[in-house]
T-cell receptor, first 111, second 114 residues
Framework: DQQVKQNSPSLSVQEGRISILNCDYTNSMFDYFLWYKKYPAEGPTFLISISSIKDKNEDGRFTVFLNKSAKHLSLHIVPSQPGDSAVYFC??????????FGAGTILRVKS | DGGITQSPKYLFRKEGQNVTLSCEQN?????MYWYRQDPGQGLRLIYYSQIVNDFQKGDIAEGYSVSREKKESFPLTVTSAQKNPTAFYLC?????????????FGPGTRLLVL
């Protein structure tokens, strides 16, 4: 049973527009969430995280929103750039540092 | 430069053969992890180690073994008992001690069965 779900396998966005990547989770014990970006044949790179005591965290062009009641988080990228094209993984953490990953969303930013 | 290195980048395994994937970090991180990625799936935890000479099974440990004799090294052996070893293997590390430490990943090793 998938505890972290990224229901959109892919997303295509025009350069300069907003990219919104979504993630849903089922385990209410998750209290820390992360987004990773991955290029082909490389390891994931940490992007941004959010604790369950917050509902928003911003870092430059990247903002993560958390809706605990809906068990939903989203990553907003504004403005989107061609270099943002990659696979984005949502991950959730229980106490003890074990990460549970979603299946990933492929983002394509068209110039 | 601090970072995590994995070798080799590509590894071929024959039927019935054990192979070992290397993971080294010079970040002075206490915790290290091994994940497996299959097409269309997220990363799944194989084994993790919070401290030298100690490690725990993850969600899919069957057919794998690890050792943690040194802080900077966490090799993963894919044994012949692992019936479907073809995958992309990722090693990660983090500072231990806190419950919310970000994990940093190496470049990965792709294992293929001949």
């Amino acid at each position: 049973d998938q505890q972290v779900k990224q229901n959109s396998p892919s997303l295509s966005v025009q350069e300069g527009r907003i990219s919104i990547l979504n993630c849903d989770y089922t385990n209410s014990m998750f209290d820390y969430f992360l987004w990773y970006k991955k290029y082909p044949a490389e390891g994931p790179t940490f992007l941004i995280s959010i604790s369950s005591i917050k509902d928003k965290n911003e870092d430059g062009r990247f903002t993560v929103f958390l809706n605990k009641s809906a068990k939903h988080l989203s990553l907003h990228i504004v403005p989107s750039q061609p270099g943002d094209s990659a696979v984005y993984f949502c991950a959730a953490m229980e106490y003890g540092n074990k990460l549970v990953f979603g299946a990933g969303t492929i983002l394509r930013v068209k110039s | 430069d601090g970072g995590i290195t994995q070798s080799p980048k590509y590894l071929f395994r024959k039927e019935g053969q054990n192979v070992t994937l290397s993971c080294e970090q010079n970040l002075n991180h206490d915790a290290m992890y091994w994940y497996r990625q299959d097409p269309g799936q997220g990363l799944r935890l194989i084994y993790y180690s919070q401290i030298v000479n100690d490690f725990q099974k993850g969600d899919i440990a069957e057919g794998y073994s690890v050792s943690r004799e040194k802080k900077e090294s966490f090799p993963l052996t894919v044994t012949s008992a692992q019936k479907n070893p073809t995958a992309f293997y990722l090693c990660a590390s983090s500072i231990a001690g806190g419950p919310r430490e970000t994990q940093y990943f190496g470049p990965g090793t792709r294992l293929l069965v001949l």
